[in-house]
């Protein structure tokens, strides 16, 4: 079972305590975008086989949004970190880089 | 091809069964193909079948990273139905399911399609209308499907709870006409069909890398060498993102486990496939007795092939109420698959935006029920260059023109 660290209440929560809320750090495209870019807001999706950064919310816990850092392909879990961040903070990044040295960012 | 009857078996019986052949040929990959499929999957399988036997393409390579079929199309729980509500998924799916009727004739090989019926349960309020307006859509469609009272229900399903205290059964959405067929043998049938026609099926060559130039692809980066190709077909399902991300472009594509569970093995109890979409549970009894159930999908993005325990607890959990006989049953075997939802859980097929790259996914938790449709569909569009009028409207454009075939709420299926 799936098992994330809430940042801000720091409980040890299980995946039935969770709930999913997709892929993280969408550009959100307002009034006066194309359609490609409402598209590209909407439903284009990275789906990585591999590291990905998501949204989470700790729904029957503290009930907030967080984000977390994981792995598709093995389910391993890099860290969680605050929904008030456009992109994942340092010490993350440094997690992911440790255990996947030939990881990049895409762009 | 040797054909397979009673006589071939009867001479075989005689002989010790020495003169069978392979159902299909390994061949090694030729330097060039005019058309290459990524995936011999059921719908990669179909697609080369049909661009065979449809239009004369026999030029052609089925590049499989494993081995045929045993990606989602060994995995489903082999439900086969049209009763959506949107006429453009309705046309494709009915197209699929009007094919695999006759489908062990025309492949030779026996798919053990039996239209056993489906009934679709109908829970709250909200459903029965729902389903209400499903049937009459059906009917305009020309898809045989009909409403039935709950008592009909229990009829036709009689190990069924119709006054359940949370969720009884209001009503039923009966397709007579649907049913399951041996998933395996769909993948088989189409690939001793395709083979026999010309079409190289190469297993265990995993695609690494897509090669593009400036007028398109030219050709795929493969485990066992790079080869050339004029078109080339990406029908993978829940990597779908993965080769996407090869050719350079996204797609509005997610990739999520599922997962399904037989029990062990009783004596027949239920002659149809039973839907109950608002608990997340459907079940049928396979030919061995085993009762197979299939559940709903997990919420986040996942390339691992198994699934959560809960989701296979919360499915079952909810099945007892309705059917309470299924509660001394022991669980036999459960699997995940990797499955590939859209934002508006209709399937994609079309041209992608590299010129000569073709894309059919995005089938989500339904693609089984749709192999022969879609290959069809893919096979016409391939050969053509353009989609025809069963493929056109699920092109990638849709997602940018904001053109959604809704069948995430409409069809009322638990996707």
């Known amino acids: 079972?799936?098992?994330?660290?809430?940042?801000?209440?720091?409980?040890?929560?299980?995946?039935?305590?969770?709930?999913?809320?997709?892929?993280?750090?969408?550009?959100?495209?307002?009034?006066?975008?194309?359609?490609?870019?409402?598209?590209?807001?909407?439903?284009?999706?990275?789906?990585?086989?591999?590291?990905?950064?998501?949204?989470?919310?700790h729904a029957f816990g503290c009930g907030k949004w967080f984000h977390?850092?994981?792995?598709?392909?093995?389910?391993?879990?890099?860290?969680?970190?605050?929904?008030?961040?456009?992109?994942?903070?340092?010490?993350?990044?440094?997690a992911i880089r440790t255990r996947r040295p030939d990881w990049e960012m895409p762009a | 091809m040797k054909k397979y009857s009673v006589f071939s078996l009867a001479r075989e019986a005689l002989r010790y069964h020495s003169g069978w052949e392979r159902a299909w040929a390994s061949p090694d990959p030729k330097a060039e193909y005019d058309t290459i499929i990524v995936g011999a999957g059921g719908h990669g399988l179909a697609t080369a079948y049909y661009l065979a036997k449809e239009h004369g393409i026999t030029n052609v390579a089925v590049l499989e990273k494993g081995w045929l079929g045993g990606g989602n199309t060994g995995r489903n729980t082999t439900i086969i139905r049209s009763n959506y509500l949107q006429p453009e998924s309705a046309a494709i799916y009915e197209k699929a399911r009007g094919l695999y009727e006759g489908l062990s004739q025309e492949l030779n090989f026996?798919?053990?399609?039996?239209?056993?019926?489906?009934?679709?349960?109908?829970?709250?309020?909200?459903?029965?209308?729902?389903?209400?307006?499903?049937?009459?859509?059906?009917?305009?469609?020309?898809?045989?499907?009909?409403?039935?009272?709950?008592?009909?229900?229990?009829?036709?399903?009689?190990?069924?709870?119709?006054?359940?205290?949370?969720?009884?059964?209001?009503?039923?959405?009966?397709?007579?006409?649907?049913?399951?067929?041996?998933?395996?043998?769909?993948?088989?049938?189409?690939a001793r069909g395709a083979s026999a026609r010309g079409v190289d099926i190469i297993q265990q060559c995993a695609v690494t890398g897509i090669d593009r130039d400036a007028s398109g692809v030219t050709g795929v980066q493969t485990t066992r060498g790079p080869i050339r190709c004029k078109k080339l077909c990406i029908v993978v399902a829940g990597s779908s993102g993965v080769l996407a991300d090869m050719a350079g472009f996204r797609l509005p594509v997610e990739s999520?486990?599922?997962?399904?569970?037989?029990?062990?093995?009783?004596?027949?109890?239920?002659?149809?496939?039973?839907?109950?979409?608002?608990?997340?549970?459907?079940?049928?009894?396979?030919?061995?007795?085993?009762?197979?159930?299939?559940?709903?999908?997990?919420?986040?993005?996942?390339?691992?092939?198994?699934?959560?325990?809960?989701?296979?607890?919360?499915?079952?959990?909810?099945?007892?109420?309705?059917?309470?006989?299924?509660?001394?049953?022991?669980?036999?075997?459960?699997?995940?698959?990797?499955v590939d939802m859209t934002g508006d859980r209709s399937p994609i097929i079309g041209q992608t935006p590299v010129p000569g790259i073709f894309i059919n996914c995005g089938w989500g938790t339904g693609g089984f029920k749709a192999i022969p449709g879609s290959g069809w569909a893919t096979a016409e569009m391939l050969a053509k260059g353009t989609p025809g009028t069963l493929a056109a409207p699920f092109s990638l454009d849709r997602f940018t023109e904001g053109r959604m075939i809704d069948e995430s709420v409409a069809a009322a299926v638990a996707h």
Not at chain 1, 23 to 37: F, I, M, V, W
Not at chain 1, 72 to 90: D, K, M, R
Not at chain 2, 149 to 175: A, C, H, N, Y
Not at chain 2, 279 to 288: A, L, R
């Open chain 1, 68 to 94: 977390a850092a994981r792995c598709t392909q093995t389910l391993e879990v890099f860290g969680t970190y605050s929904a008030q961040c456009s992109e994942p903070p340092e010490e993350i990044m440094t």
């Open chain 2, 256 to 338: 999520v486990a599922l997962q399904a569970l037989v029990s062990e093995p009783v004596k027949p109890c239920m002659d149809c496939v039973v839907m109950a979409n608002t608990v997340h549970g459907y079940m049928s009894q396979s030919d061995k007795g085993e009762m197979v159930i299939g559940g709903g999908a997990d919420g986040f993005n996942n390339y691992t092939q198994r699934g959560s325990f809960q989701h296979l607890e919360e499915t079952v959990r909810a099945l007892i109420e309705t059917f309470p006989m299924i509660s001394r049953l022991k669980m036999l075997r459960h699997w995940g698959g990797i």
């Open chain 2, 110 to 190: 026996n798919i053990m399609f039996s239209p056993r019926g489906v009934m679709m349960l109908c829970q709250t309020q909200h459903e029965l209308r729902a389903m209400q307006r499903t049937a009459h859509a059906n009917r305009l469609a020309g898809i045989e499907t009909e409403m039935v009272s709950p008592e009909r229900v229990k009829e036709i399903v009689p190990i069924i709870e119709i006054d359940g205290p949370r969720f009884p059964v209001l009503g039923g959405l009966w397709q007579p006409r649907g049913g399951t067929a041996r998933h395996d043998a769909v993948a088989w049938g189409y």
């Open chain 1, 1 to 57: 079972m799936l098992i994330l660290r809430c940042p801000y209440c720091g409980v040890d929560a299980e995946e039935t305590d969770l709930a999913p809320g997709g892929e993280a750090h969408l550009t959100r495209h307002g009034p006066g975008s194309d359609d490609a870019e409402f598209r590209d807001y909407l439903f284009q999706r990275r789906n990585p086989r591999g590291v990905h950064f998501e949204r989470w919310r």
